[in-house]
């Protein structure tokens, strides 16, 4: 399996959190907090997956990114 492959797999299982409690992630923004940050640990640095809570029964996925980008906060 390849790097890609597992980082996918890791993705996808750290996004079943949001099935139940999507609330449990950090805020993305202080003053939104419909907006959320899933943390996703894979190799040594791992992912966010940046998500926006539409309701109790819908997420929306809007970005993944490594935690290494300098951008990412």
Known sequence: ???AERALGAIGSAIEVLRFSPFSCRKALSDNPFL???IVPF?????VALFEI???RSVNSLAVR??????NH
């Open 36 to 38: 959320q940050e899933l």
């Open 54 to 56: 539409e309701s109790s």
């Open 1 to 3: 399996m390849s790097c």
């Open 43 to 47: 190799a040594s640095a791992g992912y």
């Open 66 to 71: 490594q935690q290494s980008e300098e951008d």
